[in-house]
């Protein structure tokens, strides 16, 4: 018998820590979790999920209004309830909450409710316990992080947005990032006059830059009111909701003010500091490629790590720590540029692989394929809406590293040309590739004359 309680025990049960614990269980591992929130971590309960159902009713605003071209019409005006959207989001949260406990539980997992402090390099704390394994993993994710201002303390994170009492007919958000942007578009689907507020000159940074600007035109044209190079100076409660008072000296009444300004890893009181585990600047946890911190008993992935804070990154890393500790063979490293990943702003976003400026600084020479163009269903609806597709190309080897595409379901699209582009295909590959007709999505295997070199 070993010496220790565990062989692992994970502190957070988001997806990255219940992946590992029953991975690592499977093995014959035994393992525990402790979690003091709630199953399914930041994406099942106040991320990707509830955003992805919200964006979905946002969207049927556009379809009511692009009917009409296709010979609907609507007996009366459409109505948007907010609490019946809340609420049925609220059941299905609960639904997967509860399939994430059968899953544990199937998998022979203990499951302790409450916040694990960390005591020593295999000793852990929690509900009045202390328990000893042979390796703690830290996944415990990020929380939001709102910069200091006046009035800081009235304004919603993204943590709390999903569940407001009443419907905000003025809705603000601050920030910059895909959150920032989905939020700016789900409001405005939803009926909210939408404010977007980001102190930079363009949102979503590290974004192709064309695609940045194709977005902010597209957002501009359904309605969201960009306010860039401008950030909120202070906000006060007034009778009629919130005065916003912004750094361009323009004030402005809402209902509601969205701090969509960044995440921080959630590792206040966890006790790592006591142990000095290293960290980098940002405060994440610094990890080797067997996702070791510097006290090498202590683990750590997903969001509270430097990798891409995306759900199926933290699954993946999952996987790849399980082999490293509790697998016979030592599996490849994650490839992380070749990730792909979507922002469900209206329209939506895809991208996989390298940005056209980053494939500049990469490469001696590329070739950028581009359309920009209005998708049939347009032709229709009467919709000004356009889609842009992107291919960038390194020249000498004629293999595609990089696609993005700003349209209607661009999620959906860009994880099957992401297969292509981890598959390291060429332009050839692409070009020998038989479209579907007539899709949108058949413009990436189309596009035969460079943009630009």
Known sequence: MSEYDYDLFVIGAGSGGVRAARTAAATGARVAVAEDRYLGGTCVNVGCVPKKL?????????????????????????QFDWATLRDNKIGEIKRLNGIYNRLLDNADVRLINGRATVLDAHHVSVGGETVSAAKILVAVGGWPWVPDFPGKELTLDSNRVFDLDEFPERF????????????????????SDTHLIYRGDLFLRGFDQEVREFTRDE?????????????????????????????????????????????????EGLGLDRLDVATSGDGKLKINERFETSVPSILALGDVTDGPELTPVALEEAMSLVAHHFGETTPEPLDYERIATAVFCHPNIGTVGLSEEAARQRFDAIRVYSADFRPMKHTLSGSSERCLMKLIVDDESDVVVGAHLVGDEAGEIIQGIAIAVRAGLTKAQFDQTVGIHPTGAEEFVTMRTPTRR
């Not at 919200?54 to 459409?78: I, K, T, V």
């Not at 990032?177 to 409001?187: H, N, P, T």
């Not at 969201?224 to 000296?249: M, Q, Y």
Request: charged share 20%; net charge negative.
């Open 219 to 267: 957002m501009d044209k359904k309605g969201v009111n960009l306010h860039f190079d401008t950030n909120i100076e202070c906000i006060e409660k007034v009778e009629g909701g919130l005065r916003v008072t912004l750094t361009s000296g323009e004030t402005r009444e809402v209902d509601a003010v969205l701090a969509a300004t960044g995440r921080r890893p959630n590792l």
């Open 172 to 191: 603000m958000v601050l920030g910059g990032g895909y959150i920032a942007v989905e939020f700016a578009s789900i409001f405005n689907g939803l009926g």
């Open 54 to 78: 919200y964006s979905y009713a946002a969207h049927f605003h556009d379809s009511f209004e692009d009917a009409g071209g296709f010979g609907w019409s609507l007996p009366a005006a459409p």
